[in-house]
């Protein structure tokens, strides 16, 4: 006779695993982050676009801020599942203010003038403990944090035009003179307009986070104030036992 137990805990098992892979495989591979602002050339409206992509850029979110408007959609293998956008924001016209209720003064005025001021010592020597237990630590956390950051790119992809072709066309070279100099990590394109004035195109920012690695260096700052706290406890009781008579 078979137990229903001993059908469920390997299904369990299994389950646990899969869900074990997962969050390797999520703080493991690094998550792409795209941020894009666009400009029409004429009829339309700027829009920033914020878009992650978790999974080395397999599956991920997007969200579109247009015309005081917001607006998210899943995306795949980089690109947004358009039939899935969902609108999150309304129109700053359409909210209402709420109504802020009156101040409220129920202290009555001998309470006010009844208050003790704080002593001055105590402060100072929580001042000097948050700076002992927090400042070294947060310092070197801090200066961790640029190695979560790779694989940064900026592109500049834009269509300029001036009212004197002559100017365009000399702002033009500038433009292709500088996008030369610069490196693979930023690219300028831009592409004359000699018909008309004329300032439209969109800029991409993108990067790569690694969760993994802000994980470990997260839990490595909580260890080293937990241990710092201690030390501080310790010595701060040991004072006082032996300033006991």
Not at 106 to 133: F, N
Not at 135 to 147: I, T
Not at 183 to 203: H, M
């Amino acid at each position: 006779m078979t137990w229903p137990l001993d059908t469920a805990l390997p299904n369990l098992i299994d389950i646990l695993l899969a869900l074990a892979a997962f969050l390797v495989l999520f703080f493991l591979l690094p998550v792409q982050i795209v941020l894009r602002a666009s400009r029409p050339s004429a009829g339309g409206t700027t829009s920033l676009t914020v878009r992650s992509g978790f999974f080395a850029g397999l599956g991920g979110l997007q969200l579109r801020v247009e015309a005081s408007r917001q607006y998210l959609s899943p995306c795949f293998g980089g690109r947004s599942i358009g039939f899935l956008t969902f609108p999150i924001g309304s129109r700053k016209a359409d909210r209402q203010p709420a109504s802020e209720p009156p101040p409220a003064n129920d202290v009555p005025m001998d309470a006010e003038k009844t208050e003790e001021k704080p002593c001055v010592t105590p402060l100072i020597q929580k001042l000097r403990w948050g700076v002992y237990t927090l400042a070294k630590p947060g310092w070197s956390y801090l200066c961790s944090l640029r190695r979560i950051v790779g694989g940064l790119k900026l592109e500049l992809r834009a269509r300029i035009g001036l009212s004197d072709p002559a100017q365009t066309g000399r702002l033009y070279g500038y433009a292709s003179t500088l996008g030369a100099l610069l490196g693979r990590r930023i690219r300028l394109r831009i592409a004359p307009n000699f018909t008309g004035p004329e300032v439209s195109g969109i800029l991409d920012l993108r990067f790569r986070l690694h969760l993994g690695l802000l994980l470990g260096l997260t839990v490595l700052l909580a260890g080293r104030i937990g241990v710092r706290w201690l030390l501080h406890w310790f010595s701060a009781r040991n004072r006082e036992i032996t300033a006991t008579p």
